[in-house]
Protein backbone atom coordinates (compact mmCIF):
# COMPACT_ATOMS: atom_id res chain seq x y z
CA UNK A 1 0.00 0.00 0.00
CA UNK A 2 2.17 2.56 -1.37
CA UNK A 3 1.31 6.02 -3.26
CA UNK A 4 -1.01 5.45 -6.06
CA UNK A 5 0.64 6.01 -9.42
CA UNK A 6 -0.78 7.45 -12.55
CA UNK A 7 -2.81 5.30 -13.64
CA UNK A 8 -4.65 4.46 -10.55
CA UNK A 9 -5.33 8.39 -10.30
CA UNK A 10 -6.74 8.46 -13.57
CA UNK A 11 -9.41 5.60 -12.71
CA UNK A 12 -10.08 7.18 -9.40
CA UNK A 13 -10.82 10.10 -11.08
CA UNK A 14 -12.72 8.70 -14.49
CA UNK A 15 -15.19 6.67 -11.09
CA UNK A 16 -15.65 10.38 -9.51
CA UNK A 17 -16.35 11.67 -13.04
CA UNK A 18 -19.05 9.23 -13.33
CA UNK A 19 -20.48 9.14 -10.30
CA UNK A 20 -20.80 13.00 -9.92
CA UNK A 21 -21.11 14.21 -13.57
CA UNK A 22 -18.95 16.77 -15.53
CA UNK A 23 -21.32 19.65 -14.45
CA UNK A 24 -20.19 19.16 -10.41
CA UNK A 25 -16.70 18.57 -10.72
CA UNK A 26 -16.02 22.75 -10.35
CA UNK A 27 -18.24 22.76 -7.28
CA UNK A 28 -16.82 19.79 -5.91
CA UNK A 29 -13.12 21.30 -6.71
CA UNK A 30 -14.09 24.46 -4.73
CA UNK A 31 -15.51 22.19 -1.37
CA UNK A 32 -12.43 20.72 -1.52
CA UNK A 33 -9.71 23.98 -1.52
CA UNK A 34 -12.46 25.26 1.18
CA UNK A 35 -12.21 22.59 3.15
CA UNK A 36 -7.94 22.24 2.72
CA UNK A 37 -7.70 26.03 3.33
CA UNK A 38 -9.95 25.75 6.32
CA UNK A 39 -8.11 22.75 7.74
CA UNK A 40 -4.82 24.05 7.37
CA UNK A 41 -5.81 27.77 9.15
CA UNK A 42 -7.56 25.02 12.04
CA UNK A 43 -4.27 23.22 12.27
CA UNK A 44 -2.63 26.52 12.28
CA UNK A 45 -4.00 27.55 15.50
CA UNK A 46 -5.70 31.21 16.02
CA UNK A 47 -4.02 33.89 15.08
CA UNK A 48 -1.84 32.61 12.39
CA UNK A 49 -0.73 34.29 9.69
CA UNK A 50 -1.11 37.77 11.13
CA UNK A 51 1.38 40.17 11.90
CA UNK A 52 2.21 40.61 15.41
CA UNK A 53 1.38 43.31 17.64
CA UNK A 54 3.98 46.06 17.61
CA UNK A 55 5.70 47.05 20.78
CA UNK A 56 6.16 50.70 19.45
CA UNK A 57 2.28 51.57 18.57
CA UNK A 58 2.00 55.58 18.12
CA UNK A 59 -1.06 57.00 19.72
Given at each position: ?12 L ?17 A ?5 H ?22
Open positions: MGVPNLGELLIIFIVLLVFGAAKMPALGELGRAVNLRRSVAGPGAGRPPASKNAKG
